[in-house]
């Protein structure tokens, strides 16, 4: 796959020299996929979600809740996902299959109740798409794992609909996080062949997985901290910070299609959701050489803003507290 980049990079520095120009110490960062070889990858997705209902009489006075009725809800999401080049092509795209190894959900309730029923994403477990990548790590055909999405985001509705068409709680927005979204921070460079700096940042956005059904989205703005040699191979640091986005790409998927459907439980209840702020920070880890990421970590709490219907209330503050971690296993490591 580094083929082509190799050699534009090489005419491309051949006329900063011809210019009287050094390459700077430019740092070049493309994806790369070795016949035969499949690398495994850990996904963890870790929400905790909070609802304040306001002031409640006999309701504990600690520092944080000052006497007001608090809901808790967690969300968490364990995933091993293999990716397997099938078809490499050295001059442009590669596919790429990957298999859902093993997916692993746990949900809890306000006041520990257990969420028992199988989360609809847990159906993906066993299953392979194909996707195909170029050379920077952007995705150009996500065809099959947005099929794959969307059979998912079918079965988290009830097969009643006397009641109206209801979508039960799930995570396949989280699903949607960890693999729409894979080698982000490098097939976002926009100039990929002029190399990077130490201390060079560049935009891109990320997607934010609720329970909710909210089409919301994070910019991002990722930072080369420094290069570390290592035995493996250098190995890039890439920080990145996060803010609210203004708008969704139309291109990111949807998983849920269909007439109209109201969600179930305290957050289909809730109306009006609006992002009153959002902020965290990440890391990444990038192997220049291998051309593969060894592994991050993303956090981020967003604060939202909602009312009861009717105008049966005032503001509902909600505060979403997000954990996203993806790291390389070892090849000959078979479970979690």
Same mark, same amino acid.
């Given at each position: 796959?580094?083929?082509?980049?190799?050699?534009?990079?090489?005419?491309?520095?051949?006329?900063?020299?011809?210019?009287?120009?050094?390459?700077?110490?430019?740092?070049?960062?493309?994806?790369?996929?070795?016949?035969?070889?499949?690398?495994?990858?850990?996904?963890?997705?870790?929400?905790?979600?909070?609802?304040?209902?306001?002031?409640?009489?006999?309701?504990?006075?600690?520092?944080?809740?000052?006497?007001?009725?608090?809901?808790?809800?967690?969300?968490?999401?364990?995933?091993?996902?293999?990716?397997?080049?099938?078809?490499?092509?050295?001059?442009?795209?590669?596919?790429?299959?990957?298999?859902?190894?093993?997916?692993?959900?746990?949900?809890?309730?306000?006041?520990?109740?257990?969420?028992?029923?199988?989360?609809?994403?847990?159906?993906? &477990?066993? +299953?392979?798409?194909? /996707?195909? @990548?170029?050379? =920077?790590?952007?995705?150009?055909?996500?065809?099959?794992?947005?099929? *794959?999405?969307?059979?998912?985001?079918?079965?988290?509705?009830?097969?009643?609909?006397?009641?109206?068409?209801?979508?039960?709680?799930?995570?396949?927005?989280?699903?949607?996080?960890?693999?729409?979204?894979?080698?982000?921070?490098?097939?976002?460079?926009?100039?990929?062949?002029?190399?990077?700096?130490?201390?060079?940042?560049?935009?891109?956005?990320?997607?934010?997985?609720?329970?909710?059904?909210?089409?919301?989205?994070?910019?991002?703005?990722?930072?080369?901290?420094?290069?570390?040699?290592?035995?493996?191979?250098?190995?890039?640091?890439?920080?990145?910070?996060?803010?609210?986005?203004?708008?969704?790409?139309?291109?990111?998927?949807? &998983?849920? +299609?269909?007439?109209? /459907?109201? @969600?179930?439980? =305290?957050?289909?209840?809730?109306?009006?959701?609006?992002?009153?702020? *959002?902020?965290?920070?990440?890391?990444?880890?990038?192997?220049?050489?291998?051309?593969?990421?060894?592994?991050?970590?993303?956090?981020?709490?967003?604060?939202?803003?909602?009312?009861?219907?009717?105008?049966?209330?005032?503001?509902?503050?909600?505060?979403?507290?997000?954990?996203?971690?993806?790291?390389?296993?070892?090849?000959?490591?078979?479970?979690?």
């Amino acid at each position: 796959m580094k083929t082509v980049l190799a050699v534009l990079a090489l005419i491309f520095f051949s006329s900063l020299a011809g210019c009287g120009t050094s390459g700077g110490g430019k740092t070049l960062l493309t994806v790369d996929f070795r016949s035969g070889e499949t690398l495994r990858y850990r996904f963890v997705t870790d929400r905790q979600t909070e609802v304040d209902w306001g002031p409640v009489k006999g309701a504990s006075q600690s520092s944080q809740n000052k006497g007001h009725k608090i809901d808790k809800f967690a969300d968490l999401m364990d995933m091993v996902v293999s990716y397997t080049p099938v078809e490499v092509d050295p001059y442009g795209s590669t596919t790429i299959k990957a298999t859902c190894e093993s997916i692993k959900i746990k949900r809890g309730q306000a006041k520990g109740r257990a969420d028992s029923a199988r989360d609809p994403v847990e159906t993906i &477990a066993g +299953k392979s798409f194909n /996707f195909t @990548v170029g050379p =920077t790590g952007k995705i150009q055909d996500y065809s099959q794992m947005e099929s *794959l999405i969307q059979q998912a985001g079918e079965k988290a509705f009830r097969t009643s609909t006397k009641d109206g068409r209801i979508k039960d709680p799930d995570m396949t927005d989280d699903f949607i996080c960890t693999q729409w979204f894979l080698w982000d921070a490098v097939s976002s460079i926009e100039q990929p062949l002029k190399g990077l700096n130490i201390s060079d940042s560049w935009n891109s956005m990320l997607s934010v997985p609720t329970q909710m059904v909210l089409r919301k989205a994070r910019t991002v703005t990722y930072t080369l901290d420094e290069i570390r040699q290592t035995d493996q191979g250098r190995i890039a640091v890439i920080s990145s910070s996060y803010g609210p986005a203004e708008s969704v790409p139309a291109t990111w998927p949807v &998983a849920y +299609k269909g007439p109209g /459907f109201m @969600v179930s439980g =305290t957050f289909g209840f809730l109306q009006g959701y609006k992002t009153a702020e *959002l902020k965290g920070s990440g890391e990444e880890l990038f192997n220049i050489d291998l051309g593969r990421t060894e592994k991050y970590n993303q956090q981020y709490e967003m604060r939202l803003r909602c009312h009861l219907p009717m105008g049966l209330g005032g503001v509902i503050p909600i505060t979403v507290r997000q954990k996203i971690t993806m790291q390389l296993l070892p090849q000959d490591n078979k479970s979690q």
